[in-house]
């Protein structure tokens, strides 16, 4: 039987995925879903949730207690294009929420985190094809520069106390069972939902902007294999490099017109742009492959039939 764990930021993009997921892997009154709001009937109904503040340390102590939680999942942060907006409420809850939960395992109250990073570590002096797992990093943005503060903190926690932190460089992701929520790559899951209502879309990213994607069930398999994996397997503890896909706004739409003839895509680039350029168009993750058996199953073309089926219905 697996010991219970918290996933805390559960009603995000992700998060949402995820507990559904961990509840049908582990059992549902084993996934504690949290959040500083309430989340979609499937997460509410699929299994327990408490309401929770991510930068409260003692309220996670608290439901960590209570329910005698093993690993913490934390998926709380504000991503990229609203964090521009709110520059250090986004720093606040992307560190403090981090702090919280390294240190609850540094005193031996839980036993594993995950805490995802993301592509924003990069920035635009890094190398834009086939990026390293291990380069120069110069994040121009808010949230980069907290994930960036965040891997550094992660390794540092490990060498320094043991603690067992897990983490991969999420790409942008693409799904259709949960709205995105507010970063640069939402064009990508917009775009399907305008296609659908309107036949139309303008791309808040020009022609040519290439960026590593990923379809959200990868993500969430590949978060799942990394926690599962053996701790010996588990060489990098600043975070992972993890490749999917890489496209840019008009081969997206090429796919779409594969089934949507009269689909119609227009360019008017606003502030997230100068965001994209700073990042890379695609990831090299072989050291994901290599260690813990990290691979891809989604391309574009699956991606876009995936999403059209589902949205669709």
């Avoid at 960590?64 to 720093?91: C, G, N, Q």
């Avoid at 903190?153 to 799904?175: M, N």
């Avoid at 036949?199 to 902007?209: A, H, I, P, R």
């Avoid at 990394?226 to 896909?245: F, H, T, W």
Wanted: charged share 25%.
């Amino acid at each position: 039987m697996h010991k219970p764990i918290l996933i805390i930021g559960a009603c995000g993009q992700i998060g949402t995925e995820l507990t559904i997921e961990l509840r049908n892997k582990y059992g549902a009154d084993n996934v504690i879903a949290s959040d500083i709001r309430e989340g979609t009937d499937s997460l509410m109904q699929s299994g327990p949730f408490e309401l929770l503040d991510a930068t409260n340390y003692a309220a996670i102590e608290d439901v960590v207690m209570h329910y005698d939680i093993d690993e913490i999942y934390l998926m709380a942060a504000m991503l990229s294009a609203t964090a521009e907006k709110f520059p250090m409420r986004a720093w606040n809850l992307n560190m403090n929420s981090l702090f919280n939960v390294l240190n609850l395992a540094k005193e031996s109250k839980i036993n594993k985190i995950f805490w995802p990073s993301s592509i924003a570590v990069f920035g635009p002096n890094t190398p834009k094809d086939d990026t390293p797992q291990s380069t120069i990093m110069e994040p121009s943005t808010v949230y980069g520069i907290s994930k960036q503060s965040g891997e550094r903190w992660c390794e540092y926690y490990f060498k320094k106390y043991g603690v067992d932190v897990r983490s991969v460089r999420y790409p942008g992701l693409i799904s259709w069972k949960t709205m995105p929520g507010g970063g640069t790559t939402d064009y990508a899951v917009e775009i399907y939902h305008e296609a659908l209502k309107t036949g139309q879309y303008e791309s808040f990213l020009k022609m040519g902007t290439k960026l590593p994607m990923m379809y959200m069930d990868d993500a969430i398999r590949a978060t799942i294999s990394l926690m599962d994996s053996p701790a010996e397997q588990i060489k990098v503890r600043s975070s992972y490099n993890l490749a999917g896909m890489s496209f840019a706004p008009e081969e997206i739409a090429a796919s779409i017109q594969k089934h949507i003839p009269d689909f119609k895509m227009s360019y008017a680039p606003d502030f997230r742009q100068q965001i994209a350029d700073s990042w890379p168009g695609s990831i090299d993750d072989t050291e994901a492959r290599e260690q813990w058996g990290w691979e891809p199953r989604f391309d574009l073309d699956q991606t876009t039939e995936e999403m059209l089926k589902n949205l669709g219905n």
